[in-house]
């Protein structure tokens, strides 16, 4: 078997959940409006337009949703809630399943 | 959609460091936190034409339990509509709590909220149904078009669209010259003379970008920084920081008010409650029938209806009757049934709820789990409201839930969402273990001891808010924000001005840039303030968590000091950010400290304050039925409480004292 990728690096765990927001780079401008609206202060900014911001303490995410409420770009910045959090619900009339992804 | 978790430049700190920088400010009124008691604090002061300044660990525009969202306005018993008097609502609250719930805020919440959001109105709040969506609706008063909640009789709680209401608030202290300094915690209060139990003329802050040391002088200071959190239960790694306010809300209030000598009370209060769970769901996300859900058919795995009874315990037969009082009843305060909920209340006030019985019922074979929320069957107009409104405006829906599951295909015309208290179907699931506890999570909690100006026991500190062990709300801590301003702008214009100690003021600046001489994590024998919290909430669940005796309550003592001395001392950060969250940590461990004195103090069982002693079993006995105070001993290291107390009702006539004061 082979397998691609192999640098191997001394890495450590990373902190979970860890990914609570996810950014689209073909809409986000880089314009850091949800680095200053984070009352947590998850994020550290964009270092310069066009790029994204960065999350550094993504634990610490409050899920309140108001970066991406204040985004000025519809879009550009989404909410991603931690897998275990995920809820489900079926239809009524048929009976199937569904869950938030 | 991507994440920039492998771009992120790991080593340069993006913000310009200013460790040991001292920058001074001066004002009539200084608030410190500018969440929602905070932001009316400073409107409320600014309106008297005192010079103000709003001090804010986050950022204004969106901080605190209420930045997010409020769909709830609730005891507005001056609203037009409200059949029930503020008097008669204040007492009723404060009977529902057992006696134990501050009742000059109470009273000025019941007798101010309604006034309060009229302001909320002219800032540019919606407070009415301007858009006739609700017409005709049995919640809704055609004439005012104000729209309400839970007793669709008695009216005295509104539904509002509170999602973007702070970002008004904060837009309307600019418009009136409050100066607003986000991202700096606030550490300490200064006093006269630096002396504990003295006046109060100031405080520090540090910046969390910066790390600048900033010194606030002030004729009267105004504490907003709610309540304590991550007392028993801690935890990052599953779904972020565990708690239901939001994490930046630790106690920093109670801690340094507690330095600076004021009286605290009702600290021995705490709940069993999975509020703070790592393992709880996004809240108002899953399907349940009370608050923002109240009175949303629960459906089992069938699609059977689980019934719902009265506060007489008779089954309602017909919808309508959930939002109504049951026979014999004047009014009810909210409802839904929860069994976990914090704790039972009056029968003569109790909401109607789900069958207590279904447990049992669902054992026999009757109900088959899992439980549903089903918004399908419920008619038009309660469903849009459920899911639009209280979905939507209240914190933490408008994106969390009504976007996210809305973008995922939820659709509350066909679909129901599951309940997760598979055994109850009550919508709140009880604690994983015992020792899951809140303190000022959930719940009426333990505060600052205030007076009718809302002044503490140390003349200059006024409080507001979640802070001063009153109603739990957004109104209580617009309408108490709103009163307190004005009361300590008063105050502010009589006063001398004090100088400051400078070695209380050398004092602090060592105490908060301790943890950075510690060094990096790695070859140093330092703790992160993760680890150091998750300790502290073990020592709570150990020896200060059901039941109590003096023994177990001795050894959460000598823990406590234990890590005081060993451990805290060690605690490492290397930027602002961490700087932050690690002085917050030494903050909780203040507040557990405050916890056991208050502990200590009550040598009796009490069901109010869900507080069980083993060694004074016998429950409610008449001569505790008081307030217990502690305030901090300025004698040996200064760890030790001075304890007194306060009779149960001490606040007098609600009116006259409230007419005097307005
Ligand atoms: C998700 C959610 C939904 C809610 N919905 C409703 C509702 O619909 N109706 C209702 O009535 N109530 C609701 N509540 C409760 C309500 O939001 C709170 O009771 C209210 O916000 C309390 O106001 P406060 O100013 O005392 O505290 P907060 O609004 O929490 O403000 C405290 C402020 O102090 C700041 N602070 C803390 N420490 C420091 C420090 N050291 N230095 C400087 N600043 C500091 C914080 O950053 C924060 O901004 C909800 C709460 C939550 C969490
Ligand atoms: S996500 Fe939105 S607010 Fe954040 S930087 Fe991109 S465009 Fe600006
Ligand atoms: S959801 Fe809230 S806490 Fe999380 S990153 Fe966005 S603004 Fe910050």
Known sequence: MQIKNTQVLRTPNAPTPGRPVLFNPDICTGCNICVHFCMEDIFMPAAQKGALPTILYPEECWYCGNCVDDCPEPGAIALNHPLMQRVRWKRKATGEHFRVR | ?662
């Open chain 2, 1 to 662: 959609m991507s994440d920039t978790l492998e771009t992120a430049d790991a080593e340069v700190w993006p913000y310009p460091i200013r460790y040991g920088q001292v920058k001074k400010f001066e004002s009539d009124v200084v608030v410190l936190g500018g969440g929602i008691a905070g932001v009316w604090s400073a409107i409320g002061a600014a309106r008297q034409g005192a010079k103000v300044i709003l001090v804010e660990k986050t950022v204004t525009a969106r901080s605190g339990a209420g930045g997010a969202g409020c769909d709830h306005w609730q005891w507005a018993a001056d609203n037009p509509c409200s059949s029930v008097s503020p008097e008669e609502l204040t007492q009723a609250l404060i009977d529902n709590q057992g006696g134990y719930r501050n009742g000059v805020s109470t009273y000025i919440q019941c007798a101010s909220a309604y006034q309060a959001l009229l302001e909320m109105e002219q800032m540019g709040g919606k407070v009415r149904d301007v858009d006739d969506e609700f017409k005709g609706a049995p919640f809704r008063d055609d004439a005012s078009k104000l729209v309400f909640a839970y007793d669709y009789d008695a009216r005295f709680v509104l539904r509002v669209w509170g999602n973007d209401y702070k970002l008004l608030l904060r837009k309307e202290c600019r418009r009136l010259g409050v100066k607003i300094i986000d991202r700096v915690a606030v550490t300490g209060l200064l006093t006269k003379d630096g002396e504990t139990g003295a006046q109060v003329i100031g405080a520090t802050g540090v910046n969390t970008r910066t790390g600048e040391f900033n010194l606030f002088k002030a004729g009267a200071v105004i504490s907003c920084m709610s309540r304590p959190q991550r007392n028993w239960t801690f935890s990052s790694e599953m779904r972020g920081v565990s708690t239901f306010r939001p994490p930046t809300n630790v106690g920093n209030g109670h801690a340094m008010a507690w330095r600076a000598g004021a009286e605290f009370t009702m600290m021995e209060k705490s709940m069993r409650s999975p509020f703070a769970s790592p393992y709880s769901y996004p809240s108002y996300g899953v399907g349940n029938a009370i608050n923002t859900w109240f009175a949303c058919n629960i459906v089992d795995a069938n699609g059977k209806e689980v019934p719902w009874v009265d506060c007489n315990g008779e089954v309602i037969t017909n919808f309508d009757q959930r939002y109504r009082p049951a026979r014999g009843q004047k009014f009810f305060i909210m409802g839904g049934g929860s069994s976990s909920h914090p704790h039972p209340g009056l029968k003569e006030y109790a909401g109607p709820k789900l069958t207590p019985d279904l447990a049992e019922r669902m054992e026999k074979g009757e109900f088959t789990p899992p439980f549903y929320a089903d918004l399908t069957s419920m008619p038009d107009h309660e469903r849009r409201v459920i899911w639009g409104l209280n979905v939507g405006e209240e914190g933490k829906t408008r994106i969390p839930i009504l976007q996210t599951y809305s973008e995922a295909g939820f659709d509350p015309e066909q679909d129901m969402l599951q309940t997760y208290d598979f055994l109850r179907g009550s919508g709140m699931r009880e604690p994983v273990t015992p020792q899951e506890r809140t303190f000022g999570e959930q719940g009426i909690c333990g505060g600052m001891v205030v007076d009718w100006d809302l002044m503490s026991t140390l003349p200059g500190l006024f409080g507001a808010g979640d802070l001063i062990y009153g109603s739990q709300d957004h109104s209580h801590a617009a309408a108490t924000g709103r009163y307190v301003g004005r009361r300590a702008a008063l105050f502010a214009v009589s006063q001398q001005n004090e100088q400051c100690s400078q070695e209380q003021i050398e004092a602090e600046m060592e105490r908060v840039y301790a943890p950075l001489g510690n060094g990096s994590i790695n070859g140093n024998p330092g703790m992160d303030w993760k680890e150091l919290n998750a300790a502290l909430c073990r020592v709570m669940q150990n020896y200060c968590s059901e039941p109590k005796n003096a023994e177990l309550l001795d050894l959460a003592e000598t823990w406590l000091d234990d890590i005081a001395e060993n451990e805290a001392p060690k605690m490492v950060a290397d930027n602002p950010h961490k700087l932050m969250r690690a002085l917050d940590v030494l903050d909780i461990l203040t507040c557990d400290r405050m916890i056991v004195h208050a502990c200590k103090a009550r040598k009796a069982s009490n069901t109010h304050l869900h507080f069980n002693r083993l060694d004074y079993p016998e429950m409610d006995p008449p001569e505790w039925h008081k307030w217990i105070t502690i305030r901090r001993d300025g004698n040996g290291d200064g760890n030790g409480a001075t304890v007194g107390e306060m009779p149960i009702a001490p606040w007098g006539d609600f009116e006259s004292n409230y007419q005097a004061r307005i």
